[in-house]
């Protein structure tokens, strides 16, 4: 009998320890998804951020690129202009010389 009593004590002990871990895992787990929880919203706060810096990216890209269009006609233009002086100043020699 002692050694019924002697094995079922020692069941209980082990199915003390085993609830024990088992609460213990519960809490781990949960702190374990609060975790997870907060990192897929920074995650998310990230991405959101980082689609951002994108587009300012993008415009600014395009700010740069319409300037050095901008500056690629202004001295296209420039010489469109020297062109028409020199033609304005050959036909103003023509015409003094007569």
Known sequence: MTNINSNIESLQNKL????????????????????????????????????QLEQKLTAAQSAIHQTEREEEEKHLMQKKIDSYIKEIDKCLALLHAQ
């Open 16 to 51: 003390q320890l085993l609830i024990s871990k088992y609460k213990q895992l519960q809490e781990d787990n949960a702190k374990l998804q609060e975790t997870i929880e907060a990192l897929e919203a920074d995650q998310k706060e990230k991405r959101i951020h980082i689609f």
